[in-house]
């Protein structure tokens, strides 16, 4: 698999299953469930989507950018970027191993996708309609 490819790879929270492949199924909602307290910001109406980063990381910085935009578009959306160096046991609890990660959580918190990389725009708009 190439880092493009693994960039866009919108994982179902805790199986190996990617965006496109029988994605037409509902996603599993045992996953784990992050509350405000837990992200340290309120979590959006709709959905939420969380960044790990961390300093020196240059796809960091164009993802902020991207989940930003994204957020702004979508009414009760919510970006919260996350340091994976501050918040080490979050990072570890959530099985976190690379920066960028994104997590789109629904409105309850649980996190229905994730991804690895700087992910494109319209990618990060098919991930939230699963939450929505």
Same mark, same amino acid.
């Given at each position: 698999?190439? +880092?493009?490819?693994?960039?866009?790879?919108?994982?179902?929270? &805790?199986? !190996?299953? $990617?965006?496109?492949?029988?994605? =037409? %199924?509902?996603?599993?909602?045992?996953?784990?469930?992050?509350?405000?307290?837990?992200?340290?910001?309120?979590?959006?109406?709709?959905?939420?989507?969380?960044?790990?980063?961390?300093?020196?990381?240059?796809?960091?910085?164009?993802?902020? +950018?991207?989940?930003?935009?994204?957020?702004?578009?979508?009414? &009760?959306? !919510?970006? $919260?970027?996350?340091?994976?160096? =501050? %918040?080490?046991?979050?990072?570890?609890?959530?099985?976190?191993?690379?920066?960028?990660?994104?997590?789109?959580?629904?409105?309850?918190?649980?996190?229905?996708?994730?991804?690895?990389?700087?992910?494109?725009?319209?990618?990060?708009?098919?991930?939230?309609?699963?939450?929505?």
């Amino acid at each position: 698999m190439t +880092r493009a490819h693994e960039c866009r790879g919108w994982r179902r929270n &805790g199986g !190996a299953r $990617v965006r496109g492949q029988g994605d =037409d %199924r509902r996603y599993d909602t045992s996953g784990p469930r992050l509350e405000a307290a837990d992200l340290g910001a309120d979590l959006g109406a709709r959905a939420t989507l969380v960044q790990f980063s961390s300093a020196f990381c240059a796809p960091c910085r164009a993802t902020r +950018r991207v989940l930003g935009e994204v957020a702004g578009m979508v009414a &009760g959306v !919510a970006h $919260v970027e996350i340091d994976a160096e =501050d %918040r080490l046991e979050l990072v570890r609890a959530l099985g976190v191993l690379k920066t960028p990660t994104v997590l789109v959580l629904d409105a309850d918190g649980r996190v229905v996708r994730r991804a690895v990389g700087q992910p494109r725009k319209a990618d990060v708009i098919a991930a939230l309609g699963v939450a929505v």
